[in-house]
């Protein structure tokens, strides 16, 4: 197959006005390489094409793919990781991983906390604080934890999103909003163990690939993993698998949300227990990071034992069996 790859590099938005924080889940340019060099490995042709700008020139242009490996995270808006997959369904071509309506729901965490609450699926109680008014009104115990709406990559998660005061809360709401232009999610602070689950395939033939249980060394940020957390996780952050009772009711409850959300062919869902020891969704992340040597659903998998050209060939391979390419590349066979 001639597979493109869409994605957003770093060092394409240098200059663009963009800030570091807000260029930090943009790919770097060894991730690119290491799927370009697992998908060629595989026997595929690759092309480049890059974020979605010039996805759209390519496009008018009249190139064409069989597939695309999307991993571009888009550049504004709450829905913007559907933008590629919008633009691709638009023009009839099969792409990697979830579909628009998906892909803006994982990037809006009160919109997929809804979804999964009502599927059932145990998540803290939560309110979206859009303006001071709403700071006033929140009516939630405290401790509570507060985030950007619609981040990722840890972004705006820190030391100072754990309040406990209405006061704290009114501040750390106001100062998120200044950062990042968009509203704050605020939901009841969860005390127990953190995990992060890799999913991998579709509908019924969905996976938990491992679970992985996140354990803050001393040099951390305190009780939380966070953006620098994550930034600085060999010195930081010990990463174990987990398989015990709770690390299993942590991998079934994010296979139910990778469900319930309509993702596709692979997400990592994070979740964090509440005092109960009962795994509470987080989020899910639909487009995962793929760095080999940094990225949460790399780090999980070969641990697991998928290493990274498995990874990248489970996700096309779900993609493929979704799309059924495998049949038409067969009665294309079949017809010469």
């Known amino acids: ?36 060099t697992a998908l060629r490995a595989a026997g595929h042709q690759t092309q480049r094409i890059g974020h979605v700008r010039i996805l759209t020139q390519r496009l008018a242009a009249g190139d064409r793919w069989d597939l695309v490996f999307n991993i571009a995270e888009g550049l504004r808006g709450r829905a913007r990781e559907a933008q590629v997959p919008a633009l691709l369904e638009a023009f009839d071509i099969p792409y990697t991983f979830s ?34 008014e709403d700071d006033g009104g929140l009516n939630l115990p405290f401790p509570v934890f507060l985030k950007p709406l619609a981040e990722g990559t840890g972004k705006g998660c820190e030391h100072a999103s754990k309040v406990n005061t209405a006061d704290q809360a009114a501040a750390a709401a106001r100062s998120l909003r200044q950062r990042f232009c968009q509203p704050v999610l605020a939901e009841s602070f969860l005390p127990g163990r953190e995990f992060t689950a890799g999913i991998l395939g579709n509908g019924s033939e969905a996976r938990v690939i491992a679970v ?5 060394l001393d040099t951390a940020e305190a009780e939380i993993y966070s953006f620098q957390n994550k930034e600085h996780w060999q010195t930081r952050v010990c990463y174990r698998l987990a398989d015990d009772a709770e690390a299993r009711a942590a991998g079934a409850a994010a296979l139910a949300a990778y469900r319930a959300l309509g ?58 069996r979704r799309c059924r390419l495998a049949d038409s590349t067969k009665a294309l066979c079949a017809a010469l």
Do not use: W
């Not at 930090?24 to 290491?34: K, L, N, Q, V």
């Not at 992985?212 to 803050?216: A, T, V």
């Open 263 to 320: 993702c596709r062919d692979a997400a990592r869902t994070d979740l964090r227990s509440d005092a109960a020891g009962i795994p509470n969704f987080l989020e899910v992340n639909t487009l995962p990071g793929l760095h080999p040597s940094h990225s949460d659903l790399p780090i999980l998998s070969a641990r697991a034992g998928l290493d990274y050209q498995g990874l990248i060939g489970g996700i096309l391979d779900a993609a493929v």
């Open 1 to 36: 197959m001639l597979i493109g790859l869409t994605y957003d590099l770093r060092d394409d938005h240098q200059g663009s006005g963009l800030s570091d924080e807000a260029m930090a889940e943009f790919d770097s340019p060894e991730t690119i390489t290491a799927i370009e």
């Open 99 to 132: 579909d628009p309506l998906t892909q803006a729901l994982g990037l809006d965490k009160a919109m997929a906390k809804r979804i999964v609450r009502d599927a059932g699926i145990p998540t803290a109680p939560f309110a979206v604080l859009e303006t001071p």
């Open 212 to 216: 992985m249980e996140i354990l803050l």
